[in-house]
């Protein structure tokens, strides 16, 4: 956290982009339950994500849950990083604006959250 405190109170840092990506080796050990091959620190993130898979997409496939999966971790991130004291500041007094992506290595494409919608959209590049 003081990494961001600091780019946030001394840098000035108006953004900060959390990123997931769908081919993600420790979310894929989460869709498997393959707790064991996890990193440590992973370690608490995996059950919770297991429930909300679990609870909110059971029905569909492992390969269908993985985009979920990355962006229900994102967005567990950025819910994470509100709680921070300085982040919350920072936003209140709107100095900071913080950016959920996911990332597919296989199709390339970048999907961006947009929390007034409460939804993920294609991510467009303008000329």
């Known amino acids: 956290m003081a990494t961001i405190e600091y780019a946030i109170e001394l840098k000035a840092v108006a953004d900060i982009v959390l990123c997931s990506h769908v081919d993600c080796t420790s979310l894929g ?3 498997s339950a393959e707790e064991a091959q996890l990193p440590a620190a992973w370690k608490g ?6 429930t ?6 059971g029905q569909l496939s ?3 849950q993985a985009p979920v999966i990355a962006a ?3 967005l567990n991130q950025v819910e994470e990083l509100t709680r ?3 982040v919350q500041r920072a936003l209140n007094e709107d100095r900071l ?6 990332h597919s290595e296989e199709t390339g494409s970048l999907r961006v959250y ?7 959209s294609e991510a467009t590049l303008e000329a």
């Open 45 to 50: 993130i995996a059950g919770p994500l297991q």
């Open 52 to 57: 909300s898979i679990a609870t909110r997409y």
């Open 114 to 120: 947009d929390p007034s919608s409460g939804h993920f």
């Open 84 to 86: 921070q004291p300085r």
């Open 97 to 102: 604006r913080i950016h959920a992506w996911v």
């Open 72 to 74: 229900e971790h994102v």
């Open 62 to 64: 492992t390969q269908e």
């Open 29 to 31: 050990h989460i869709l």
